[in-house]
Nanobody, 123 residues
């Protein structure tokens, strides 16, 4: 059984930074492409960033490019999301997701999901 567990959320002021972590167990991590998604109140879940298996190719939604960085440590079965220059509009629950295939930006392409971690950015 695959388990996905996020951590690292919290409350920060605009301009601040947070680093989210996501640990995966129950599957060969190096065979997984990993994604971060977020969902704000009253809105649909949206793609934030993803990193491919093997190639470590990265992809980002336009609104976070230059501010967020996704990375992975296969030895630790962990993917990270470094978030800098945070804005109030980044406030959301952030979800980590995994899929046993190529990188994707689509919510319904991911097989395994964590419970989410809250990120709140105040102005």
């Amino acid at each position: 059984q695959v388990q996905v567990v996020e951590s690292g959320g919290g409350s920060v002021q605009a301009g601040g930074s947070l680093r989210l972590s996501c640990v995966v167990s129950g599957e060969a991590f190096n065979f997984l492409s990993m994604g971060w998604f977020r969902q704000a109140p009253g809105k649909e879940r949206e793609f934030v960033a993803a990193i491919a298996r093997f190639s470590y190719t990265e992809d980002y939604t336009d609104s976070v490019k230059g501010r967020f960085t996704i990375s992975r440590d296969d030895a630790k079965n962990t993917v990270y999301l470094q978030m800098n220059s945070l804005k109030p509009e980044d406030t959301a629950i952030y979800f980590c997701a995994a899929r046993s295939f190529i990188l994707s930006t689509e919510v319904d392409k991911y097989d395994y999901w964590g419970q989410g971690t809250q990120v709140t950015v105040s102005s």
